[in-house]
C-alpha cells in the first residue's frame, strides 16, 4: 500500500525548459512534505520542504507547490539545469511520528 | 563531523553471517533514522532514535534486525544471520529537531550485498 506515489518514473526535459516532477498521497494526516535529489552512489540530498499550512514554498530555481485537496504536490524547476539530472524522491512525514515515507522516485534527466 | 557519516560504504556477507553497519549523525541533531533502499525503490523506514531513545522501530523487518544509539550520538544497525532478501542500501539520516519540521540529511549508505 504505496501511501507516496510518484506514478512517471523518469522525465527528459531540454536544458532552459522548466521540469515538474509530481508525487501524489494518500494520507491526509501528513503534515510535511520534502523533496530529495539522489545522485548515483550517494544519499539522498534535501532539496526543498513545504509544511501542510502553505501552498507554495520557493527557494531559487526550485518551487513546490502543494495541494492538499487534491492531496497532491509537485516540484517546479525552472530553468533546467543538466547538473539537475538525478532521481527526485518526494517524501511526507506522517504528523507525530517523525518517520518520512518516500515515494519510488522520479529519474530527470535534462538534455543540453 | 560535517555530515552523516556512514561505514562501511560497502559490505559483502556471506548468508548467515553477522553485519553491523555504524553511522555517525552530524553532531547536536537529536533525531536519528535508519532506512533501507531496495534497488529500483525508495528508502522505507526502518527505525527512529531521539537521543538514545529508540521511539519507532515499526519499520524493522524481523528481529534479525537489530539498531541502538546507547549515548545518543553513533548508532549501530545490526543484522544477524543475513539472509539474500537483506541486500539493499542502508540509509542513516539525523535532524536536529526532536520534533517539528526540520529536513532529515542523509549519509552515503552502506551497501549490503548478500551472497
Known amino acids: 500500500d504505496q501511501q507516496v506515489k510518484q506514478n512517471s518514473p523518469s522525465l527528459s526535459v531540454q536544458e532552459g525548459r522548466i521540469s515538474i516532477l509530481n508525487c501524489d498521497y494518500t494520507n491526509s494526516m501528513f503534515d510535511y512534505f520534502l523533496w530529495y535529489k539522489k545522485y548515483p552512489a550517494e544519499g539522498p540530498t534535501f532539496l526543498i520542504s513545504?509544511?501542510?499550512?502553505?501552498d507554495k514554498n520557493e527557494d531559487g530555481r526550485f518551487t513546490v507547490f502543494l495541494n492538499k485537496s487534491a492531496k497532491h504536490l509537485s516540484l517546479h524547476i525552472v530553468p533546467s539545469q543538466p547538473g539537475d539530472s538525478a532521481v527526485y524522491f518526494c517524501?511526507?512525514?506522517?504528523?507525530?511520528?517523525?518517520?518520512?515515507?518516500f515515494g519510488t522516485g522520479t529519474r530527470l534527466k535534462v538534455l543540453a | 563531523g560535517a555530515g552523516v557519516s556512514q561505514s562501511p560504504r560497502y559490505k559483502v556477507a556471506k548468508r548467515g553471517q553477522d553485519v553491523a553497519l555504524r553511522c555517525d549523525p552530524i553532531?547536536?541533531?537529536?533525531?536519528l533514522f535508519w532506512y533501507q533502499q531496495a534497488l529500483g525503490q525508495g528508502p522505507e523506514f526502518l527505525t527512529y532514535f531521539q537521543n538514545e531513545a529508540q521511539l519507532d522501530k515499526s519499520g524493522l523487518p524481523s528481529d534479525r534486525f537489530f539498531a541502538e544509539r546507547p549515548e545518543g550520538s553513533v548508532s549501530t544497525l545490526k543484522i544477524q544471520r543475513t539472509q539474500q532478501e537483506d541486500s539493499a542500501v542502508y540509509l542513516c539520516?539525523?535532524?536536529?529537531?526532536?520534533?517539528?519540521?526540520?529536513?532529515?540529511?542523509f549519509g552515503q549508505g552502506t551497501r549490503l550485498t548478500v551472497v
Open positions: 539520516a539525523s535532524s536536529l529537531a526532536g520534533n517539528g519540521n526540520t529536513e532529515a540529511f
Open positions: 517524501a511526507a512525514r506522517d504528523t507525530g511520528t517523525y518517520k518520512y515515507i
Open positions: 553532531s547536536g541533531h537529536v533525531s
Open positions: 513545504i509544511s501542510s499550512i502553505k
